[in-house]
């Protein structure tokens, strides 16, 4: 079994940060591509950022500038680093990666977080 635990959300002014976290778990053999999706309020859920194992990165062009993901291979963590936020990041912040196990190593499958709420007041 494999699971994905967010942690870092929380209530803050527009203009302030907040660093989120992601900890993969598990009997794990590889973690290939991980990425940070975000669901507003009535909205769909929408890519914020991914990381390829090689670390190259790719962002939404909402975050540009704002936002910086990063990740440990050696802890199975990835980060997302959130500055200058605003209303609009209001969001439910899902971590997803694609992780190989040990009972099928050749096998990347998809795995979510829960979330974590990041609240944003203007």
């Known amino acids: 079994q494999v699971q994905l635990v967010e942690s870092g959300g929380g209530l803050v002014q527009a203009g302030g940060s907040l660093r989120l976290s992601c900890v993969a778990s598990?009997?794990?053999?590889?973690?290939?591509?991980m990425g940070w999706y975000r669901q507003p309020p009535g909205k769909q859920r929408e890519l914020v950022a991914d990381?390829?194992?090689?670390?190259?990165?790719n962002y939404a062009d909402s975050v540009k500038g704002r936002f910086t993901i990063s990740r440990d291979n050696a802890k199975n963590t990835m980060y997302l680093q959130m500055n200058s936020l605003k209303a609009e990041d209001t969001a439910v912040y899902y971590c997803?990666?694609?992780?190989?196990?040990?009972?099928?190593?050749?096998?990347?499958?998809?795995?979510w977080g829960q979330g974590t709420q990041v609240t944003v007041s203007s």
């Open positions: 990381i390829t194992r090689s670390t190259r990165t």
């Open positions: 598990g009997s794990i053999f590889n973690i290939g591509a």
């Open positions: 997803n990666a694609q992780i190989s196990t040990y009972g099928s190593l050749s096998l990347l499958v998809d795995y």
